[in-house]
Every structure is written in structure tokens, then in C-alpha cells.
């Protein structure tokens, strides 16, 4: 299959089923994703959002279509090893699935280790995305100490501390209020500056999507219904 060389990320027909009925949870998704976009999923509760994001991630098999990334691809009869999928792709969760007994820099350090990396870089990589987020200073603390808003922010710096080519962020300013959104969404701008990383961000705040996006995809029942560019294809601010 052909996709373009300044394409990180290709769908092409994506549908997935889903549970003992099967259920159809995405219909026939496609779009391809440019290296350095910040691209908004938006959509309401239910629309299929979080599936799409896991279907990236390699958590679900589609039924039918394939995913791009990296000149690997997944399709209904065959997957990378994750490890080697999921190499260079950050994912923050929704429910941020930190480790509660693990301290905030072994929570960090955790996904360099497990992808090799050399010793010496593996404390100060960690170090440097904890910086990036605002939460160096926060370092020995277990994540039951931090209140939500810190544990997104740590979750995020685990997601990126390898220096991945894309970022999946999972509703990151989820219950939180305006002000330590607002933090969350800084700490993706400091991101974005500091690692050029290219992001798909599900979120159904439409007014973040709006102020942030270079584009805008919005899903509904699991179709796409909107795919538009915002401040152009690649970030210009
Ligand atoms: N593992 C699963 N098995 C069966 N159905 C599922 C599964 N995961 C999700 N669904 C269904 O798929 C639909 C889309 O769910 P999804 O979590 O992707 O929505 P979302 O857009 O992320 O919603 P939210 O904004 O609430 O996070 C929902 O109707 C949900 O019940
Ligand atoms: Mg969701």
C-alpha cells in the first residue's frame, strides 16, 4: 500500500467490532496524518474516540482496513510484536494508569527501560520530560500524593520521555478544572516545542480543539463526519 513519505500516520477504511455482539464501534475511518500536525479528535461521550486511539495503539485489531506507522502496518490478519509497534509511539491514558507503588521518576523511567535505551540516558531523558511538563520537582513522590491535574501531567511525561514520533493523548484535560487544564494544555505546548512530537489529542471540549488544533477530526456513532484544517497543515505559531 502506498502512503506518502511525510505521512507518520495512515487509516485507511478503518472498522472495528467490538464485545460478545460484536458491535460495531467504527465504520470505514479513514485519513492520514502529517508529520508535525496537532490533530484534535473530537466527538461526544460514546462516539468512539478512546476505540480509535486504542485501534492506533495496536490494543484492538480492526475488522476490516489497516493502520500505518512507521512503514509497519496492521490489518485484520496480522500485527507487528506491540513492542516493536508501539516503539515510538507515546500513549497518555484517559484514566492515566500510572503505577501507584512505583515513584514518579521510576513511573517515567519505566518506558525507556523497557525500550533499551542506554543507562546514562535513561535518568536524564526521564528528568528532561518531567522539566517539560512542569513536574521535575515532584520527582520522589508516589502518585497517590499528587491531585489529578499532576498525575495527567506525570502521565504525559512517561508518554513522551522516549521521544516518540507520535503522541495519543486520551481526553488529557478530563475533570479537571479551567485552571489546571489550562496547565495540561501549556505542558503539550511545551512538548510540542521541545520535541516536535506529532499529536492526536481525543478530547470533546470543542473549545480547546478550536484555540489548539492545526486540524480537526470529529467522529460521531464511530463515522467520520468533519476532517478540516485549521491553522494549516503544520504549526505555524
Ligand atoms: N471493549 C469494548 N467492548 C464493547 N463495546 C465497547 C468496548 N469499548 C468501547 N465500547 C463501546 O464503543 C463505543 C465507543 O466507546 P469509546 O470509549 O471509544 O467512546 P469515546 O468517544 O472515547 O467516549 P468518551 O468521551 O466517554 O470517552 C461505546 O458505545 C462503548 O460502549
Ligand atoms: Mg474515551
Redesign the pocket.
Known sequence: MEVASDVILALRNITVH??YSK?R?LSDISFDVYQGERVYVL??????????LYTIYGVWKPTSGSVHFDSMEITPRKRPPLEKWRRDIGFAF?DYKLLMDRTVIENVTIPLVLRGFAREDVLSFAYKALEVVGMKDRDKDFPSMLSGGEQQLVSLARAISFRPKLLLAD?PTAGLDNITSERVLKALEHIRDEYNITMLI?T?NVDIAARRATRIIRIEG?KLRVDAYGKGKIPQD
Open positions: 467490538l464485545g458491535r464501534v466527538g461526544p461521550t460514546g462516539a468512539g474516540k478512546t476505540t480509535l484517559q481526553e481525543a470533546h464511530g
